[in-house]
């Protein structure tokens, strides 16, 4: 096989023995086509070590070192790959280690924060009988929306893609579809999440006159099409503003504020990297990271000779 050939057999190895995702396929399959074109490969058996140092220093002046991580695990694994089928014999990135890198801690809110931003999501008794339909059912949705974020610890895209007959009411758990790979897992949901679910299920019923089970979407724009990732944006700003929260609070804050205050009250690392759908603890250890800094700034604030 050609080294094109062979870079389309390990997209089939991604996609259905690793089950990755379709975009990760793609971006992984650039990267090789790029060093492939820049050597003019017709066989993987001509890469040598000098090839795979000299493209790294072809990379270095355009990627940052988190960026070049990324691409040496892109290509360790796929030379791994061709190990295995024989296709080379000695692999030329085995020993390239990436250069280690200070991963920038994500943006939390404090859960005095979540708790105001959350209780700013209500309809005023005044207004019940005389705000517009449309209103009140955004409200309603709204709160749903922000409430389910936050309790299971979603990403964006998962929520976006519930369906109704995704929610378990009586387990208090929901049937998350990835939003890496085509996997399933289930998610427990705290009460307030329930409640909001519920409270914003009859305000469904009514606006769009029909039942909210099956296969339809939990949540919908005013068009009564599934809600675009990109408009969740929206209605975080929306509320975020009125609650008078100072910091940038995007879609994924809520999952990193959720994970940061389970292992802040006590759960094992293992458990929050089941519950995130992460494939690696690695990913998940950056939240330790966020711990440690609030840690220290109590620790600064609290002890007298600090």
């Not at 000299?54 to 940052?64: A, G, M, N, P």
């Not at 990109?230 to 809520?254: D, E």
Request: overall charge positive; some cysteine.
């Amino acid at each position: 096989m050609t080294a094109l050939e062979w870079i389309t057999k390990y997209d089939e190895h991604l996609t259905l023995t690793k089950g990755r995702a379709l975009n990760t396929v793609r971006a992984y399959r650039v990267d090789l086509e790029l060093m492939q074109r820049f050597f003019n490969l017709a066989d993987w058996k001509d890469f040598t070590e000098e090839n795979a140092t000299e493209y790294l220093r072809h990379l270095k002046s355009s990627y940052t070192d988190s960026g070049m991580a990324r691409k040496i695990y892109v290509y360790r694994g796929f030379f791994k790959f061709l190990r295995k089928r024989n296709v080379i014999t000695l692999d030329p990135w085995e020993e390239v280690e990436p250069k280690r890198y200070d991963r920038k801690l994500p943006v939390v809110l404090t859960v005095q924060e979540m708790n105001r931003l959350l209780s700013t999501i209500r309809v005023e008794v005044r207004a019940l009988a005389g705000v517009p339909n449309e209103e009140t059912f955004l409200t309603f949705r709204d709160r749903a929306i922000l409430e389910t974020l936050y309790a299971g610890a979603l990403r964006v895209s998962e929520v976006c893609n519930l369906n109704w007959d995704d929610i378990d009411f009586a387990k208090r758990e929901l049937r998350v579809l990835h939003g890496k790979g085509n996997k399933h897992r289930l998610v427990p949901l705290g009460q307030y999440a329930i409640d909001a679910l519920l409270k914003y299920r009859p305000h469904f019923e009514e606006k769009w006159k029909r039942k909210a089970e099956g296969q339809t979407a939990v949540f919908l724009s005013m068009r009564d099409r599934r809600i675009l990732t990109r408009s969740i944006p929206r209605v975080i700003n929306r509320w975020v503003t009125r609650a008078g929260i100072k910091k940038h609070i995007h879609p994924h804050v809520f999952r990193h504020s959720a994970a940061t205050h389970l292992l802040e009250n006590g759960m094992d690392i293992r458990v929050i990297q089941q519950l995130l759908g992460h494939a690696s603890i690695m990913t998940t250890e950056i939240y330790a990271k966020v711990g440690t800094r609030k840690l220290k700034s109590e620790y600064a604030n609290a002890h007298p000779r600090a």
